[in-house]
């Protein structure tokens, strides 16, 4: 939900404001003056759509149930005589319920549509810078790794050896940057094929054993035996997978085990990366998504999006499930077969 601020509760007090004019208006007409009555008690659809499209759902029935408790009344005060119109009156407050949920619906939604449109313009904007920087900075730093192991290699003083070994570490961890934000900022362009998803998760649990190693963790696999081929981007979807597997192991505790799953259901294939790491904080959930956010010492923030770009390219969700338990749930479902020619 938008934060409180200054303008909104002006504009909330106003519309509050409107309600009570037009509420005093109608309670000073004389009761023989139809046209009056009628023009007034269509008024109150103003402050109500109007409160609904700026303030959502919670806004348009906030006003409708304002304007109901302010109406009542008068239905009730004027039961007999000119306007004692009881199930008109009736109806009449059910629509104004009825507009205050309508409009807060539309009002909901195309505020969540704006927000997709600002984050996609920013986030193109920021995919073209970063592309640029990365551009620039992988011939000079490709350079300086080749130097830097030339000279390595005729140095025989240990000690400025070990330097120079520092010095490559480095270079090496800025060419994975580069290549994370060549990888993020860059079209996708997926190369649909036809292929088993599991030999796809052993592949990427097969380079992961080196680093589960290091970490004392083991990974396992429970995998659907008759899965459905599907078709997918094979190097895309890897890299993907790859993010995960990298952020399961990175967050397993020593002793820790990473399973990788995979079910097929109806026209989907579920493929879930199970951890028993320190979780996702329900604050932090919202950000991980977005490039550069990190809480790793050396990460570099653009796994996830990288992750997300691929799996929304492929028509597919990703969901992060807290398990009950330790760690999380990584669920990412993709359809068996896409339609051609929308993502290239
Ligand atoms: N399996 C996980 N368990 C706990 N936290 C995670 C997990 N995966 C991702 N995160 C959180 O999301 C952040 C962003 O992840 P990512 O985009 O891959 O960047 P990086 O791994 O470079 O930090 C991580 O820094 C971490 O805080
Ligand atoms: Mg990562």
Known sequence: MEPINKKMIAKGLS?????????????????????????LRELYFLPIILA???????????????VTFLFLPFVLAHHLGIHGNIPGNIMQIILYNIFGIVFGLLGDRQKRQQQKLLEAESLAAMGRAVSC??????TPLV????????????????????????????????????????????????????????RLVEEVVKISREKA????????????????????????????????????????????????????????????IIDQGGGIPKEQLSD????????KKEGTGLGLPIVKKVIEAH??????????????????????MQSRGVNE
């Not at 509420?23 to 009761?31: A, E, K, R, T, V």
């Not at 807290?322 to 990584?330: A, F, H, L, R």
């Open 15 to 39: 519309i509050a404001v409107l309600i009570i004019i037009i509420n005093i208006l109608h309670s000073q007409i004389d009761p023989l003056d139809i046209s009056s009555h009628i023009l």
């Open 133 to 138: 920087i990365a551009h620039d900075m992988k």
């Open 213 to 272: 190693s290091l970490n004392s963790v083991t990974i396992s696999t429970e995998l659907q035996e008759d899965i459905p081929i599907a078709e997918y981007d094979q190097h895309r979807l890897r890299q993907a997978l790859q993010n995960l597997a990298n952020n399961a192991l990175e967050a397993s505790p020593k002793g820790g085990e990473v399973i990788f799953r995979t079910q097929s259901r109806d026209t989907c294939i579920f493929i879930e």
């Open 143 to 198: 350079a300086a790794g080749g130097f830097v192991q030339q000279v390595r290699r005729k140095i025989a003083d240990d000690s400025l050896a070990k330097k120079l070994d520092i010095a490559f570490e480095q270079i090496c961890r800025l060419e994975i940057l580069i290549g994370d934000m060549l990888a993020f900022a860059k079209p996708l362009n997926l190369q649909y094929q036809q292929g088993l998803i599991n």
């Open 52 to 66: 609904g499209s700026r303030f959502g759902i919670y806004g348009g029935i906030s006003a409708s149930l304002l």
């Open 315 to 336: 028509k597919g969700l990703i969901d992060i499930i807290q398990n009950s338990k330790k760690g999380i749930t990584v669920r990412v479902t993709i359809p068996l």
């Open 288 to 295: 991980i998504f977005t490039p550069f956010v990190t809480t």
